[in-house]
C-alpha cells in the first residue's frame, strides 16, 4: 500500500486560508530526509522553510564547552526557517532530522512575498 502525502499533512499549512495554500502549494516540494541529515548547519543562510508531514526536526545549540543541547523539536504542526520572517537572514542553531521521514520545503522568498502580501 503506497501512502498519499499531502501538503495539508502539516498543521500550519493545513490552517493557512483557502487562497494562501493555493498560492503556496504549487511551490511546495515534497522531500524525504533521513535520520542525522542537517536542515541547517549553525549559521547557514536560511534559504528555504521546511514543514515536516512525518520527519521531526531537531533544534540544537552548540555550548561554550562544544557540546550539543537540544533547544527543540519540530513536527508536523509547524515549521522551520520563520526566523527569515523576522529579519533573520542565518540560523543560529544546527537543524538535524531527527525521525526521518517526508516533509515539504519552500523557497524562503515565497513564504516572505506571502507574507508581505498581508
Given amino acids: 500500500m503506497s501512502y498519499l502525502h499531502t501538503p495539508k499533512q502539516n498543521l500550519f499549512l493545513a490552517a493557512l486560508p483557502d487562497e494562501v495554500y493555493e498560492r503556496l502549494k504549487s511551490c511546495l516540494e515534497l522531500v524525504s530526509l533521513?535520520?542525522?541529515w542537517a536542515v541547517y548547519e549553525n549559521g547557514g543562510e536560511i534559504d528555504l522553510v521546511y514543514f515536516p508531514t512525518t520527519i521531526i526536526i531537531s533544534l540544537l545549540t552548540v555550548t561554550d564547552d562544544g557540546e550539543t543541547a537540544k533547544i527543540t523539536v519540530i513536527g508536523n504542526e509547524?515549521?522551520?526557517?520563520i526566523a527569515m520572517l523576522m529579519g533573520r537572514k542565518t540560523t543560529p542553531n544546527r537543524a538535524v532530522v531527527q525521525s526521518e521521514g517526508h516533509g515539504y520545503r519552500l523557497r524562503a522568498a515565497n513564504l516572505r512575498r506571502e507574507f508581505e502580501l498581508g
Avoid at 509547524?78 to 526557517?81: A, K, P, Q, V
Wanted: without cysteine; proline residues 14%.
Fill in 34 to 36: 533521513p535520520q542525522g
Fill in 78 to 81: 509547524g515549521l522551520f526557517g
